[in-house]
């Protein structure tokens, strides 16, 4: 046991130091490209101007109170889910331009890669949700419940943004190409995401399609965050598991997420060198 120590350790370190590398890169290429950058960043202002008053002059929330409020959750959770799209298009480009092949020869870690990237979406999720936060405030929304509470919304938010880079990674590996990734993986979020309690309440769906949107990550996370945050639409009554235990469902989708995505991106960042 002794004699394994020290090199596992070693290779530990490996593995974090040329993944901060990975990171760092990933961070420059943003600052090469500052276009894709602001855009990134505008996105989430213009969705709070255009759902919170769009939506908001024709929907009533349940029990009452100001729709802004009611939405801003839901929007956090959505761009919660951009995680995916960004990673993937990354990963499938990468490996399109033969970067990846790139990274096999050097002498580097080989599970840097896909840490670097996730650790690089993680911080780029940071200024997104700050421009987010900025934007409810102006119209509006705001937390209730105090600090504590407002902190482990947010932690939930970065939390489940992280595990859902996982799925951007395995995705983009092994489709493999940017251009069906934009064209064809990145619209069929756009459902997924829409198919929720983000913008209008469950309880009028049909049976069906209200059990698949209970059921639903965004769901979860949406009512994690109303609750934490003291905003109206917290679900009452006889409604699923996820709803009833928003914040207990978030951490089981992240833990699921987590360990079926990391082993299965990790299989096949390593395979593709064979």
Avoid: C
Wanted: charged share 15%; proline share 8%; aromatic share 10%.
């Amino acid at each position: 046991m002794t004699t394994l120590a020290p090199p596992m350790g070693r290779r530990l370190r490996w593995t974090f130091a040329d993944g901060l590398t990975l990171v760092g890169r990933e961070l420059g290429r943003l600052r090469q490209e500052p276009g894709e950058l602001v855009g990134a960043l505008v996105f989430p202002a213009i969705m709070v101007v255009l759902f919170g008053y769009v939506f908001g002059s024709a929907i009533q929330v349940p029990d009452g109170g100001d729709y802004r409020e009611y939405l801003m959750p839901g929007l956090f959770s959505m761009v919660t889910f951009t995680a995916v799209q960004g990673v993937m298009g990354r990963m499938a480009a990468d490996s399109a331009r033969g970067v990846m092949d790139r990274f096999r020869s050097m002498p580097m870690a080989r599970l840097a890669v896909p840490f670097g990237q996730t650790g690089a979406d993680s911080l780029v999720g940071l200024p997104l949700l700050a421009v987010m936060v900025g934007a409810g405030l102006l119209v509006g929304w705001q937390p209730h419940r105090g600090l504590i509470p407002a902190a482990g919304a947010f932690g939930l938010i970065l939390l489940l943004r992280y595990a859902l880079s996982w799925v951007g990674v395995y995705v983009g590996l092994v489709v493999k190409n940017e251009q069906i990734v934009a064209q064809v993986v990145v619209p069929l979020f756009l459902p997924f995401t829409m198919l929720s309690n983000s913008f209008v309440p469950t309880g009028g769906m049909p049976g069906w399609l209200r059990f698949l949107a209970d059921w639903n990550p965004v769901s979860a996370l949406t009512a994690a965050s109303r609750e934490l945050f003291g905003n109206p639409g917290a679900p009452s009554g006889d409604v699923a598991w996820p709803l009833a235990h928003p914040v207990a469902a978030v951490l089981f989708w992240s833990a699921a997420l987590l360990g079926v995505f990391v082993p299965l991106s990790l299989r096949a960042f390593t395979r593709r060198g064979r």
